[in-house]
């Protein structure tokens, strides 16, 4: 979908976080006009639905999140939305929602509990379970909300904000390098390092800061990470490949 032939005014500063709802997790996006009272979406069923239909994925997407961390294609979770939906979410012990994170966060992290230490291999993929957590009070299927449709974003500066603007908060995926992980504040631009692999993450603004144009972006790093963690990547020159691979997913109100 090329969101150049819109109509659409381009403002000089956006940050969706004041100005629309969104979620927390690069996998759902919801519209701008969205009226369900969602405040998360379950990427759990994601997890879920991978680990009993392992033959689809293995054969249709060799590296789709099936490979855990080893890649993925992120508009293959935006099309499960649209096939089977997906539940509200939240966080580790969050009772206002349909599937709760079912893994505690492990690690130090400033001003967030203490759990316990990370472990040294990944935990095992919970079986699925096409029921709520015992005590909300809502229907599983009830509490299911729809994609309506799921696209790629043209690869361009304009057409990644004129969907911002419209439509919410976008999924991108970069090229994460060594740098990266020592970012703090500022407007990053790759110095040093070598890749990491890909990365998922959400793009939700954009602004100038010091002359400099940037996206103002979620990352799924813990809060202590970066700003609040949230960083800032420099925009209009597709910076780690940025603009390169940008999705966009309407949610059914």
């Given at each position: 979908?090329?969101?150049?032939?819109?109509?659409?005014?381009?403002?000089?500063?956006?940050?969706?976080?004041?100005?629309?709802?969104?979620?927390?997790?690069?996998?759902?996006?919801?519209?701008?006009?969205?009226?369900?009272?969602?405040?998360?979406?379950?990427?759990?069923?994601?997890?879920?639905?991978?680990?009993?239909?392992?033959?689809?994925?293995?054969?249709?997407?060799?590296?789709?999140?099936?490979?855990?961390?080893?890649?993925?294609?992120?508009?293959?979770?935006?099309?499960?939305?649209?096939?089977?939906?997906?539940?509200?979410?939240?966080?580790?012990?969050?009772?206002?929602?349909?599937?709760?994170?079912?893994?505690?966060?492990?690690?130090?992290?400033?001003?967030?509990?203490?759990?316990?230490?990370?472990?040294?291999?990944?935990?095992?993929?919970?079986?699925?379970?096409?029921?709520?957590?015992?005590?909300?009070?809502?229907?599983?299927?009830?509490?299911?909300?729809?994609?309506?449709?799921?696209?790629?974003?043209?690869?361009?500066?304009?057409?990644?904000?004129?969907?911002?603007?419209?439509?919410?908060?976008?999924?991108?995926?970069?090229?994460?390098y060594s740098?990266?992980?020592?970012?703090?504040?500022?407007?990053?631009?790759?110095?040093?390092?070598?890749?990491?692999?890909?990365?998922v993450i959400?793009?939700?603004?954009?602004?100038?800061?010091?002359?400099?144009?940037?996206?103002?972006?979620?990352?799924?790093?813990?809060?202590?990470?970066?700003?609040?963690?949230?960083?800032?990547?420099?925009?209009?020159?597709?910076?780690?490949?940025?603009?390169?691979?940008?999705?966009?997913?309407?949610?059914?109100?």
């Amino acid at each position: 979908m090329d969101l150049c032939d819109r109509d659409v005014p381009i403002h000089p500063y956006f940050n969706t976080m004041a100005k629309m709802l969104f979620l927390l997790t690069v996998f759902f996006i919801p519209a701008s006009g969205m009226s369900v009272d969602v405040n998360h979406m379950s990427d759990q069923e994601l997890v879920d639905y991978l680990n009993t239909n392992q033959h689809f994925f293995k054969a249709e997407v060799p590296t789709m999140s099936y490979e855990k961390c080893s890649g993925g294609y992120g508009i293959r979770a935006f099309q499960y939305g649209m096939t089977y939906g997906v539940c509200t979410g939240g966080a580790y012990n969050a009772k206002n929602c349909c599937k709760p994170h079912p893994f505690h966060p492990c690690g130090q992290h400033k001003g967030q509990p203490y759990y316990g230490d990370c472990l040294k291999n990944n935990e095992d993929t919970p079986s699925c379970r096409a029921q709520c957590q015992f005590g909300y009070n809502m229907d599983y299927n009830r509490d299911k909300i729809y994609a309506n449709s799921a696209y790629q974003v043209y690869a361009s500066e304009d057409a990644i904000r004129k969907e911002i603007f419209t439509n919410g908060p976008v999924q991108a995926t970069f090229t994460a390098y060594s740098d990266l992980m020592y970012y703090k504040n500022g407007v990053y631009v790759r110095t040093w390092g070598k890749s990491e692999g890909g990365h998922v993450i959400k793009i939700i603004g954009w602004d100038v800061e010091n002359g400099v144009k940037y996206w103002l972006v979620s990352n799924s790093w813990s809060s202590d990470w970066g700003d609040n963690g949230l960083f800032k990547i420099r925009r209009g020159t597709n910076e780690c490949n940025i603009e390169a691979y940008v999705n966009a997913v309407i949610m059914n109100a």
